[in-house]
Structures are given as structure tokens and as C-alpha cells.
């Protein structure tokens, strides 16, 4: 049997070439109760000191629930209905209360759809609002705290069959992977749904924990059993179709005579758990967890190895060849052929333009028209595109699904046709801007509408037309176009861009016309300074997506059927107009009831109700 030293010393290999995939999987099992919850002390007693608590005991039911909704559970089921009361009221005047700030940040709960869900949750007010209806629907509170008790338990139950034990399985397989390959996308974790064996993995994970728990009341053969079933995850990590009593009897027989060495493996580690424990679950997090599992991961592999040079029962399901070792070219062209003809189609780039205008083109994605030139490079984009979501596997650095000996579930859609990864014309971004601006105005008129129950002209224009929001859309097509192949980092991007461009906004808006606000997010949750909060930038990076790889493409699509000759004089008219506004505008700027707020009158307001409520 290979070393312990030479196993950690693979781990600490494969989890530098994997460190912040594999913290973050390690991180999310400790929220979601799987594993590593106790690395989460320290922001438990740091929520526990906020809400005026002074003991540090994790809660009842699991640590990765909410403390506000377990304590506020343990209340009502316990008949402690006084004490749930007085629970909820005290967390609700700490979330609303005034001392809610990290320098100018603002972690305000009084304002917005976002405050009032984490209000409701954190404060376990949402309990009462359930019991509330149940008890109108059944008629008695007795009742009604029995039934909320077993939907909860039921809920809790569901979560950690279906969610927790699946995450198990799938955080094991990403650390599997790991070992063998560069890179380790994140739709690993959810690879089990993918297959349609999530259902066979999370009975075969309850019946693991279920058996090994059991052993608990023998105390002495804990031990033992605990490692002989030590295997089950990764054995059902590599072959999901096992059934349960198949993956914990291979575990079995893969484990006799090495529980010992599975056990001085772990002792091994300890040093780093007391780090982990020291650090109040800091070094946890950030080493310890991961490296922890690394090394399991490692220890499996060998395990495996050294159980089907011994032929032993059962081994020869176990088949996934190419979670150990790497595919070659022949299997690999053999899987992805269709990937393989387009490779060679796809290494010609279109001719690029030159001067200016090809500055603009390769740095913002800006086209004088649309000519022959735009078209060969969509064609060029939607092959290069179709490889992109394959490339990988075929070169080798992440794992080959289609190799997978239980086939992947096919998504019922055509390959990507690169439609987003377009370049766009100077016409269709004029109109595109002013589709932008219209939109946005009608969205704060109608909004305004709904919540006031009165009409009124939104923005500093006259016009009916936001400028931030046709602005804003120009700036995500134009300034975040080198970044549209990653979804992900677009989302980001565009929350930080929209950010800077109303915070400024607000900013300017205010100097220029005597403090004066066209909009104030104070009270809303994680506000910078009422000129932006952390709802609005949410809002914001969904819509900026749904631009860049829906509504966008599909307006120009739509512009591109139009001859240049009639877009032109249309943009000239609309810039003209706009023109006009601002002119005016600069001058007589919109204000008035539910357009602008004078910051100093907000103080003022402020100022007087809290004298109010001091005098009361």
C-alpha cells in the first residue's frame, strides 16, 4: 500500500492545481450541512453576538440553517410561544436598527423587496406568517404548531435526502476528477442530475449514514464499521447504478485489512483539524477542508488499484476508466467526430479590418455597416463556438463526458449559433441606446405607478426617455465586449460597471442642481450612500444578460432587415430631439413630487421624526 506521506504530498499536488474550486466545494458542503459544518463557528458566534446572544452552541437541527428561523422553531415546538414572540421582535429591531453599517456601506433592512426577505428569514418572522395561515385554515394553534412542526422536520428531511446527500456525491467525483485533469468545470457538482441517478445516490448515501450511525450505539464497533463503509461516496461518485447494499459490501470487502491504515491516515491529519479549531474554522476553509478531502480522494484511488489487482468481488463494476487515467486521441476523436470536422473548417479567421475602424472592432465590437466582413465572422464565430463547448474534453483537460459509461441526459436544443458574439453597427447601437432609454423610463413610470397609485414623468428629461439606462446598455455592448464568451464574469462585470455609472450619476446630478436626488436608496439593504444598493446592481446584471445574449441580438437581427438608408435619418431625428431635451433640460430640469428628494429635506424629515419618537 502506497505511504501516507506520499499520499498527502499527490494531495497537496492536485489541490494547488485546483485550490479555489475545490475550497469553494468544500465551503458549500459546510452551508449546506454535508460536511465541515463546524467551520462555520466563527461567523456563528459572530451572528449570535449581533443578536444579543451570549451562548455559542450550534443549533439543534443542523448548522446550515438560519439561527433566527431554528431559535424561533425550537420556541413554537416546544408550546414557548411568549419567548418566539419576543425572539422575533428583538432580531427585527436589530435588523432595522440605525447602527447597520460597515463604513459608508449601509447593510440597511427598512426599505426594498430585498430587506423585507432577509427581514422575514433571518428574524423567523416567516414561521409566523406559515402559522398564521395554517391556523386560519385549521382553527387551532395547538394544531397548527403540530402540523408547522412536521412540515418543517419533512422539509428539513427532504433537503438533506435530495440536496445535501446528492452535493456528497458530487463535491467526492469533483475531487476524483481532479486528481487526473487540469481543469474541473463547475457542473460537475450537479453531474448525478445530469445522468438521471440522483434519486440511486441520495437512498444510497441515507442508507450509508444510516448504518453508520446505527453502530453508534455499540461504541466500540463505530470504529470499525465507520471505516469499512468509509468508500461508499467515492465508490457511488464513480458508478452512480450501484445500489446501496452493492456500494457499502464493496466498501466492505475493498476495506478489510486497511480500516488501521485508513484510520492512521486520518490521525495524520490531525494537526491540521486542531489549526482548524483554532482558527475558529478559518484555516478550515481556506486548507484544511480541501486538503482533507484530497487526500481521501487520493487514498480511494489507491484503494481501488489495489483492489482489482487483487480481483476482488465486485470490483469489476467498478468502470470508469477515464477517472484515472487520461484518454487518448482515438477515443477521444471517436466520441466528439462532429467536434473534429468543424476544427479544421474553423481555423480561419475572417480578414480583420484595419485603421479605425478596426481599433473599434477588436476592442468594442463596433461595425460601420453591415457587410460582408460582419458575415463571414458571425459564420466564423458560430464554429468556433460549437468547438468552445467542447474543447476542453477533446484536448484532454477536463474530463470527456461523453466516455462516461452511463450516458449524460441530451438537452433538447440546437448548438449555439454564436448569435451573441456578434459585432454591432453604428445604427443598431443609436437605436438600440434609445430602445434602452424609452424602456427604462416606461419601467420607473409604470413601477412608480403601481406603488403610488399617480402618474408622473420619471428622470431629469422631459422627454420619456432615461438616459442612465440606454447609457448603461451601450456600455455593457460596447466597453464589456471582450468578455461575452463567459456568462459568469459578463454578470459580474456589468454589476460593478452599472454601479460606478449610477453612483457617478447620482453623484453629478447632485452637485449640479443644489442636492437635489433623482432617486435614494437609504434603507435598502447594502446601500453605498442611498446612490446605490445591492437590489438595483441584482437587477441591473440580470438585465444587463438578458441584453447582451437575448434582447440585444435579437433587436439587431431585426434592424439588420432595415435598409441603412432609412435607419439613418431615423438616428439623426432621435439624436436631435434628445439633443433638444438635454439642452432644456440643463436648464429647467424635471423635478418635483415623486421625480426628485432634496437630501436636506430628507434629514430634515428625518431629524424631526426621531424627536418625535424621542417626545412620545
Known sequence: MTERKVIRKRARHVLKAHYWVFVAACLMAAILGTEYTNSLQLLQIRQRAQEGRTDTAAPALGVGTPSGEMSVFNDLINGNLDGAIHSVQHRMDVYTGEDTYIGDIELGHSRGVLSSVVNTIASGALLFHLLTLIDTILGSQELSVILLSVLGFAAMFAFWLFIGNVYRVGYSRVFLEG??????????????????????????????????????????????????????????????????????????RMMKGHKWEAFLLECSLLPWTILSIATGGLAGILFVNPYREATFAEYYACMRKLSIENKVEGTEKLNDRYLFELPGKEALSAAYPEIESL???????????????????????????????????REWMRHKQTIGVYADALEGKTYPT???????????????????????????????????????????????????????????LHGPWLPIYGGGLLLILITLYRFRENAFRQFWLIVVLCGIVEYLTSWVLEILHDGQRWWDYTGYYLNLNGRICAEGLLVFGIGGLTVVYIAAPLIDDLLEQVKQRILWPVCGALLVLFAADVVYSSVVPNTGEGVTASKAGEEAAGETVEQTERET
Request: proline share 5%.
Open 402 to 460: 461523453r466516455l462516461f459509461p452511463i450516458p449524460e441526459r441530451q438537452k433538447r436544443k440546437k448548438l449555439e449559433d454564436g448569435g451573441y458574439l456578434r459585432h454591432y453597427a453604428l445604427t443598431s447601437l443609436i437605436l438600440q441606446f434609445f430602445i434602452g432609454c424609452i424602456f427604462g423610463w416606461a419601467w420607473e413610470v409604470v413601477l412608480h405607478l403601481l406603488q403610488t397609485g399617480e402618474f408622473v414623468n420619471r428622470g431629469v
Open 179 to 252: 486528481r487526473i485533469y487540469k481543469k474541473v468545470p463547475f457542473s460537475r457538482f450537479v453531474f448525478l442530475y445530469r445522468i438521471r441517478k440522483h434519486v440511486k445516490a441520495s437512498f444510497t448515501m441515507a442508507l450509508y449514514m444510516f448504518l453508520t450511525y446505527l453502530w453508534l450505539f455499540t461504541i466500540v464497533l463505530f470504529p470499525i464499521k465507520r471505516y469499512a463503509y468509509f468508500l461508499v461516496p467515492y465508490l457511488t461518485a464513480e458508478n452512480p447504478d450501484l445500489s446501496a447494499m452493492e456500494a457499502i459490501r464493496l466498501s466492505q
Open 343 to 377: 476544427s479544421g473548417a474553423s481555423r480561419l479567421q475572417p480578414r480583420a479590418r484595419k485603421g479605425f475602424w478596426g481599433f473599434l472592432e477588436t476592442y468594442f465590437g463596433i461595425v460601420p455597416s453591415y457587410d460582408r466582413t460582419e458575415k463571414d465572422y
